[in-house]
């Protein structure tokens, strides 16, 4: 391990210089593909299997989804790439220099949300492990787990992109290793998948719970990582091609996601469970659950480490003033906080689908208003310097009226057409016309980017443009 594998990451939310730029296109695969072999995948799939559908058609809205939802993910990390500039300031060019504080903030809210969904996993299957050793399950034990994650995952998050790179590195190959044993067990053991599991509910529910399914685990998954992005695509250099940059952030993204939901969807064919612990025991025991806790505990850390870097530059985005550092502890004590909230949840399940149908509302019109913007408005090309001007001297203005009447016109769109599992969450248009069909990523993605379009004569952009880097 070298030197600059262990340095500290200086840099905030100003541009990354080219001499800094050096991460590969392979090494951005590890971070996603390592932000991704985590425990949360099997709920992911086990979910569907829940909510009372088949199991074959589980994996169906698995692999289809994410093929959509990775490709969306993957656009917004050629941003990154172009730009050397993390995701939420290069919002400014669509919402402006304090308009981009709405989304900024949002995104620190869910972050502290997602390090809770993260930990939950490793805490209670790491409860069921140490359970066959005679270990009880107590709340004692439950607080010294969550406190030792919390402390590994912020103590990375202080030291930033580069010791996240390294963990990335050196702790993925390992654990896809463990993660391929765990596969082979599950899927050949006799009794442990009913592979003919089918759907248990009506038609009308069935093609209802097939659509809010693909928006909370098919689809949804890759854009609720849109917003971390380009916070890590930001460090490769101008010489890699944006095409190489997008594939292997497609391919870090898809590959684990789709393998572990699939895991998670087969083994909860047979304990129709959400709980990770009870996954792991019904397929894995004595030796091999001590691996199975090693990728448990590997996988909330390699995730979670993203979400404390991700947060304090979201943070720092929306205006706050103090440093990286205080920052990340901040969010470390946040985080700790909403983790005791998920473990203590009567039901993690509905508990979880409420957090990712929630979170799709408003990220979805973002990403539609901030893609069509930088896609088609600007053709890839930005102003890196007026990002970062006063909103009174910036090009891309203080407030973008255009990108924030976009925004919330794909809010509104995307909740009449949304089916959540709460009455809040239950748009009119879904229940009444379509049958609690749940397409609201779509309309919120679509109609937020057509209306910016639309008002592009309103919206402001910079006098002078400076194009990107060549090697596209």
Not at 48 to 55: E, F
Not at 137 to 162: K, N, P, R, S
């Amino acid at each position: 391990m070298t030197d600059s594998e262990l340095r500290a990451d200086i840099h905030s939310i100003e541009p990354i210089p080219d001499a800094d730029r050096d991460s590969t296109g392979p090494q951005q695969m590890w971070i996603w593909a390592g932000a991704n072999i985590a425990p949360v995948n099997w709920a992911l799939g086990a979910l569907g299997i829940i909510l009372k559908l088949g199991l074959m058609e589980t994996i169906a809205v698995i692999v289809l989804g994410n093929i959509v939802g990775c490709a969306i993910f993957a656009t917004f990390t050629v941003m990154g790439h172009k730009t050397g500039v993390n995701q939420m300031v290069l919002s400014r060019s669509a919402f402006g220099v304090r308009g981009a504080y709405l989304p900024s903030i949002l995104m620190f809210v869910m972050t502290l949300g997602w390090i809770g969904v993260n930990t939950y996993f490793p805490v209670k299957v790491s409860m069921g492990i140490l359970g066959q050793f005679g270990v009880p399950d107590t709340w004692f034990i439950e607080i010294v787990v969550i406190t030792l994650v919390m402390a590994v995952q912020v103590l990375i998050g202080i030291y930033g992109f580069y010791a996240i790179r390294t963990f990335e590195k050196y702790t993925v190959p390992p654990t896809i290793a463990i993660m391929v044993l765990m596969s082979i067990l599950a899927w050949t053991r006799p009794g442990v998948v009913n592979w003919g599991l089918t759907t248990s509910l009506p038609p009308g529910a069935h093609l209802a719970m097939l659509t809010l399914l693909m928006t909370a685990i098919g689809v949804g998954w890759g854009i609720s990582w849109v917003t971390w992005a380009s916070d890590y695509s930001r460090f490769v250099p101008r010489s890699v091609s944006s095409k190489s940059v997008f594939w292997y952030s497609y391919v870090g993204m898809f590959v684990p996601t789709v393998w572990l939901g699939i895991l998670g969807a087969t083994i909860a064919s047979t304990t129709l469970d959400t709980d990770p612990a009870k996954m792991v025991s019904a397929v894995f025991g004595g030796p091999v659950s001590i691996l199975v806790l090693l990728m448990v505990l590997h996988g909330p850390i390699a995730t979670n480490i993203l979400n404390v870097y991700s947060a304090t530059l979201a943070a720092l985005s929306a205006g706050l003033k103090l440093s990286r550092f205080w920052l990340t502890l901040i969010v470390g004590v946040a985080g700790y906080l909403v983790t005791l909230y998920f473990i203590f949840a009567p039901s993690f399940a509905k508990a979880f689908d409420n957090w990712m149908i929630s979170l799709l509302l408003w990220m979805s019109p973002w990403a539609g208003v901030v893609l069509a913007d930088f896609f088609i408005k600007r053709k890839g090309k930005i102003d890196v310097a007026e990002l970062y001007r006063s909103p009174e001297t910036s090009a891309y203005g203080d407030i973008n009226w255009a990108g924030m009447i976009a925004f919330f016109a794909g809010l509104v769109a995307g909740w009449l057409v949304e089916d959540g599992l709460v009455g809040a969450l239950q748009g009119p248009i879904s229940i009444n016309l379509l049958g609690g069909a749940d397409l609201s990523w779509l309309f919120g993605i679509g109609v937020a980017g057509l209306v910016y379009l639309g008002l592009g004569k309103f919206a402001t952009s910079p006098s002078s443009i400076v194009a990107s880097s060549a090697g596209r």
